[in-house]
């Protein structure tokens, strides 16, 4: 077979995010005390934007104002709101070669920021001028060295961390969501367990200590079996443990004192988050019929107003002051429609959550049923990443309380008599209020939980009720009962 040369041309296309798309995922997926304090800064850059702050004031424009948002949103009839923007597909995507700065985005919880965009913005950035943890890390990862991919998804794991700094999300689950691999994500991870405070990024325990022994060069094998084994060193078992770890009964102590010394909360160096009032998004309640009733708070609305009447006094000034105005006036276009793309893409999710879970608003907690992000985003005709912005840092309120969006989601639980499955929130708060009711002379075992909730209809393994028990910081049955009988303290 010869070999040569030759030249070829191929034409391609590829999406990348604009600027401006960027933004609307960025107002999506902030909180409304984040919103309000963008909408802001973006008033002052913009010379035609105005705040209405005051009920009832008009604008001072030359033309009549357009209805305001919340006002076309009562209008529009629950679920039917749009979320599409109204805009041409060039306006979104640039059809280029993508330039390795693309942005990561966030799409959880529990409440925050995403990964840095190309223009270097971050979402979710405290207002506070003393360092978190969060301003802390991000500092390190963006002068580490290698790909810009990797330094945009270890930045994503930083906002997933918690106060801790522990992460608690499985990789495969991160990974699906950013639509990355599991290796990228893996490195990533990497980066930011080798950051400072040594110890952050770890997934447990036991790897939090790994991590810190590791930058000592002190994680030997013996080490590493004590930390596999920490609830036989919590329990006491000393001789057990020595045992598994290979190690004389004399030389534990040194171990145990050694691992006493680690920092099992390395997040906890750093200033908290600063707390903020938690503003409902969205209000659920009973209209005349009887039927729950989902409304927009317009208070946690922003209200921004075209100043028309200055914009055309200062374009009147030549040439080079309309072409300033004409791209303030886009800008401040687009700013409107994406506000109300929000709004209105919060009140359709917000809709669907309470159509699914209308038993929870009925009877409380024991109401929940099974939903996940899927069954949202195909219910309404989004994707799922979209449903994840707009549950993050939403909430709801309702004549049972303040809830995060994020709340109504859980995973289901078969149920044993053939009925509808259950939700595992649901499972977990009987199980509480289950334990809270026990008679201190019979507690209830696992298995004895597993029994009365298979007499429930719910079909429930053991491990399951342990995980869930644990993860309410319940006691077992044996420290219970020695606590109930005073015979350790609490």
Same mark, same amino acid.
């Given at each position: 077979?010869?070999?040569?040369? &030759? ?18 995922? &960025? ?123 990797? &330094? ?99 030389? =534990? ?59 055309? &006094? ?129 507690? =209830? ?46």
């Amino acid at each position: 077979m010869g070999l040569g040369q &030759r030249l070829e041309l191929r034409q391609t296309t590829q999406l990348v995010m604009t600027p401006q798309l960027q933004q609307a995922i &960025r107002l999506l997926q902030m909180s409304s005390i984040d919103l309000g304090a963008f909408v802001a800064e973006e008033v002052e850059k913009n010379p035609i934007l105005e705040m209405d702050s005051a009920e009832g004031s008009a604008p001072a424009s030359a033309e009549a104002p357009e209805p305001r948002l919340e006002d076309r949103l009562r209008d529009a009839a629950p679920g039917q709101a749009e979320a599409d923007l109204d805009t041409t597909r060039e306006s979104l995507y640039d059809e280029a070669v993508a330039d390795g700065q693309a942005a990561w985005t966030r799409s959880a919880g529990a409440g925050g920021g995403g990964a840095s965009f190309s223009d270097g913005s971050e979402p979710g950035d405290t207002l506070s001028g003393t360092p978190t943890l969060r301003d802390h890390l991000a500092a390190q990862i963006r002068l580490a060295p290698g790909g810009a991919e990797r &330094r945009a998804v270890a930045l994503f794991l930083v906002d997933e961390l918690d106060e801790a700094g522990y992460l608690a999300r499985p990789l495969p689950e991160i990974s699906d969501q950013l639509g990355a691999g599991e290796a990228l994500v893996a490195e990533a991870l990497a980066l930011l367990q080798a950051c400072e405070p040594v110890g952050v990024g770890a997934r447990s325990l036991a790897e939090c200590l790994a991590l810190q022994l590791r930058e000592r060069d002190r994680l030997d094998p013996a080490m590493q079996a004590v930390l596999e084994n920490l609830e036989l060193l919590a329990a006491g078992k000393f001789a057990r443990l020595a045992e598994i770890a290979g190690l004389e009964p004399e030389d =534990l102590p040194e171990i145990i004192a050694e691992i006493r010394a680690l920092d099992p909360r390395p997040g906890h160096a750093f200033g908290h988050l600063d707390v903020q009032t938690v503003v409902a998004d969205v209000f659920v309640r009973r209209n005349g019929l009887g039927a729950w009733a989902v409304e927009l708070n317009s208070d946690a609305l922003p209200r921004v107003l075209v100043n028309n009447t200055y914009a055309a &006094r200062v374009a009147a000034s030549g040439a080079e002051a309309t072409a300033f105005i004409s791209e303030c006036r886009s800008s401040a276009s687009w700013l409107v429609k994406t506000l109300e793309s929000r709004a209105r893409t919060i009140l359709k999710v917000a809709t669907e959550i309470t159509r699914h879970q209308e038993a929870f608003f009925d009877i409380g907690v024991a109401g929940l049923r099974p939903l996940t992000l899927r069954e949202v985003a195909e219910a309404v005709g989004m994707h799922e990443s979209t449903i994840s912005r707009v549950t993050s840092g939403k909430y709801l309120s309702c004549e049972r309380g303040l809830f995060e969006l994020r709340y109504f989601f859980s995973q289901g639980l078969a149920s044993s008599d053939g009925g509808a499955a259950l939700s595992a929130t649901a499972i977990r708060e009987r199980i509480r209020r289950m334990i809270e009711q026990e008679d201190p002379a019979r507690i =209830l075992s696992d298995d004895t939980l597993v029994d009365l909730l298979q007499k429930d209809g719910v079909d429930i393994a053991r491990r399951t009720v342990a995980k869930y028990r644990e993860g309410l910081n319940i006691p077992s049955s044996v420290k219970r009962r020695r606590l109930k009988a005073g015979l350790i303290a609490r």
